[in-house]
């Protein structure tokens, strides 16, 4: 039998303590996109990123007093984003889904990868039953409608580096 799960891991037991009280810390798109480098999986340049647009697939002109100037030695592709998708403040999951058939009883097997716990720390609390999660979640955004305005789950989809194209508005937030 194939189910979802959501873990999360804290570098801190006092942060973990919070969220086993219910209060969740959520960070920026913009803090995430800031993290990037080699080292570190927490951190993502494409956090945002309305559209990934291929060089090879556009004809790019620019026109600079009467003289078009066409760019067609870009080194990668051409990021554009929207720089208010980086006010949105997000809470992220690691989230398997699992075949329960093929544990065998053994948790460790459903532990996430070593680079991630060592990225995001190794407080570990799961979250087996999403829904009711999801449902607590909702009921909390209630009380605080005045002060929020939207709320979205939803899992992030990684695109593949030849991608061309663009995300709808709603999607932005999950498309990496």
């Known amino acids: 039998m194939k189910c979802r799960v959501y873990a999360r891991l804290f570098s801190n037991p006092e942060f ?4 086993l009280d219910g209060k969740l810390w959520m960070s920026s798109l913009a803090q995430f996109k800031l993290l990037e480098d080699n080292q570190n999986t927490k951190g993502d340049r494409l956090e945002g990123v309305s559209s990934y647009y291929q060089l ?3 004809d790019l002109v620019f026109t600079v007093d009467g003289i078009n100037h066409k760019i067609s030695d870009a080194v990668g592709p051409i990021l554009v984003e929207n720089p208010e998708y980086g006010f949105l403040k997000v809470y992220c ?4 889904e699992l075949n329960t058939n093929d544990l065998g009883g053994k948790s460790q097997q459903i ?16 979250i087996h039953n999403i829904r009711e999660f999801r449902r607590r979640v909702e009921i909390a955004i209630e009380k605080r409608k005045d002060s929020i305005l939207f709320y979205k789950a939803d899992n992030v989809l990684y695109f593949e580096d030849q991608f061309h194209g663009r995300f709808d508005e709603i999607s932005i937030p999950f498309r990496k």
């Open 16 to 19: 973990k303590k919070y969220f």
């Open 56 to 58: 090879k697939k556009l």
């Open 93 to 96: 999951f690691y989230s398997p």
């Open 111 to 126: 532990l996430p990868p070593r680079k991630m716990i060592d990225d995001f720390g190794d407080q570990l609390v799961w």
